[in-house]
């Protein structure tokens, strides 16, 4: 078979093996894709069905086979991300590497081999196969807090979190070592209980994760009982929630110095629609009259002949991104100044 032919035969959602192993405890290397847009002002990523999972975590990430048919990884990503899920990309960078124990390939006679990843974060804007329904296990695009809930201060503090704070505090009060006790406080205070960093998503999944309050932490037979789903959100296949907390938090932390945000926006939008993206990325609101008096000493965007209409309303002049500004400054990015609703 043909290294294209691998390719196409890879069944989506699967982390397909890059070469046959030779002996037990081989490793294979695939490439996984979180891929994330904003519409309508919700954050939103791409899922696909990843067969052979404990029930009720079926839904993973587009992931495929690490080959050789392309010169860089990147446009290996980009060429079977499209065939799979008829979306093109558009910014793309290298996340991390991930290799949990428990990451095994699905499959007969597949115990052996251990799945390394390596993960891409893609920005885009929300494109709609032909045929996409709404089904739990086909390609579709999803809101990510169904992930994560606790992660979405836009409407206050997350009901979420009222239920995960006893359990984390049971956590920690089941340690007989007042040393481990100690950090174990610590560690929730600094991700939960104190001041709220959005960026720490992958430090809070991974408490979670330690404290197994989460399927992914009773390895790949975990399951979930899906009135928890509220809660400590829906599990994904594999380590593929870990692979989505990484990119959110890489994300949230990288729109307050690069201008990423404009890879999700059309052409034309309004400063409330920017805003609204922002606040989606980052989960908290953001302060209206400093948001806007941010963007403009930026130079971040400038105004079109066009306004909206349709709508509700006194219209609203239409801006684009302003191209320029990544020549005119080291790091033209949107610094978050909350909203008194979302401390």
């Known amino acids: 078979m043909t290294t294209a032919e691998t390719i ?21 290397v695939g490439l996984v894709a979180v891929i994330l847009a ?16 404990a029930k009720g975590r079926e839904t993973g990430l587009p992931s495929g086979p690490l080959v050789s048919e392309h010169p860089t990884l990147e446009r290996g990503l980009r060429a079977w991300v499209e065939r799979q899920t008829q979306q093109r990309l558009g910014y793309v960078e290298q996340l991390y590497t991930f290799g949990d124990r428990d990451r095994k390939a699905a499959g007969p006679g597949s115990d052996a081999v251990h ?11 929300e494109a709609r196969s032909a045929g996409e329904t709404t089904s739990d296990l086909a390609p579709t695009w999803r809101n990510w807090y169904r992930f994560l809930p606790w992660e979405d201060f836009r409407e206050g503090r997350p009901a979420a979190l009222t239920e995960i704070e006893p359990r984390l505090a049971a956590w920690i009060a089941q340690s007989s070592d007042a040393k481990l006790r100690r950090q174990r406080e610590d560690r929730v205070g600094l991700n939960f209980a104190g001041t709220w960093n959005e960026e720490r998503v992958l430090e809070r999944y991974e ?4 404290a197994g309050l989460i399927p992914e932490a009773r390895g790949q037979g975990g399951t979930a009982d899906p009135a928890d789903h509220a809660v400590t959100g829906q599990p994904m296949a594999l380590d593929h929630r870990r692979v989505l907390a990484t990119a959110i938090g890489r994300l949230r932390g990288k729109i307050k110095y690069r201008p990423v945000v404009f890879e999700l926006m059309p052409p034309a939008f309004t400063l409330l629609q920017l805003q609204r993206t922002v606040e989606a990325l980052s989960g908290i609101r953001l302060h209206k009259q400093n948001f806007r008096r941010l963007v403009a000493q930026q130079g971040l965007v400038e105004e079109t002949d066009g306004i909206t209409s349709g709508a509700t309303g006194r219209p609203a002049k239409l801006v684009r991104f302003r191209r320029e500004v990544l020549l005119e400054r080291p790091a033209p990015g949107v610094r978050l100044t909350r909203s008194r609703r979302s401390v």
Do not use: K
């Not at 799945?115 to 804007?125: E, W």
């Open 115 to 125: 799945l390394l990843s390596v993960a891409y974060l893609a920005l885009t804007r």
């Open 8 to 28: 196409r035969a890879a069944t989506p959602g699967v982390e397909a093996r890059a070469a046959a192993p030779s002996s037990a405890g081989a490793s294979s």
């Open 207 to 210: 408490l979670l994760f330690e």
């Open 38 to 53: 904003a519409t309508d002002g919700e954050p939103r990523a791409l899922t696909v069905p990843v067969p052979g999972q």
